[in-house]
């Protein structure tokens, strides 16, 4: 099946005057941290995902996103983003394929130019006991939550801009696991801090940064344990936002953080503590 995608052109904002109305003006330039910078989300049409589109694009980012199944969701958020004044692009593609996550990178540059941002968030959690997980089910997790991380990262820095920024979405259950039946997903999360060290080595002579943002139990519709079980195992007592996790993200790739990289950062309510 092809890819499909959308693409949705924000209108100009109103223009601000000058004069007495200066400061307000230059409040507003500031908050656009990201205003001619182009960013690819995968897997963004709903959850976390969808989260971080909608913070960079507020940022001011042109954002193209990836969706497997969710198309109704996708075009929903693209319908949101043009209320909102934005460029976006939305296109289907399973992380699992190499050639359609290259192929996602391919037509973001054709439609927006050059990279200035990617980040790695498509994930599929499927719970089992070691002795008796499925090797398919297992295969599946290593290509999306692993492979499909490597590919991104490869496929990105052929089209990206010198001091770009990458941020791979991993978990904090590469620390701490306190349920059974989450052995390979913590280790596919495990893996990357692992890739995040080694390609921000390869990937400094560039100026470009790469991190891993490992978030705790967040409520979304991939959050698998009841909260009742969850939130005593959690020093702040909740569960935690999208938008926390979000803007952590549009921080890392933003120019302020410039000398974070090789990092694994835990947002996770004191969780792991």
Partial sequence: MKNKFRILFWTDAPKIGVGDDWRIFMAAVQEKSLTGKVALVTGGSKGIGAGIVRRLASEGASVAFTFSSSEEKALKLVHELESGGAKALAMKADSASAEE??????????????????????????????????????????????????????????????????????SNTAIRTAFPGASVYRMTKAALTGLVRGAAIDLAPRAITVNNVQPGPTATDMTSAPEELVKPLIPLRRMGDVAEIAGLVSYLASEEAGFITGASITIDGGYVA
């Fill in 101 to 170: 996550l290259r192929a996602a990178v391919t037509k973001t540059v054709e439609i927006f130019g050059p990279l200035d941002i990617f980040v790695s968030n498509a994930g599929i959690l499927t719970r089992g006991t070691i002795d008796t997980y499925g090797l398919e089910d297992f295969d599946r997790m290593v290509a999306i939550n692993v492979r499909a991380a490597f590919v991104g990262i490869q496929a990105a820095t052929h089209e990206m801009k010198d001091g770009g920024r990458i941020v791979l979405i991993g």
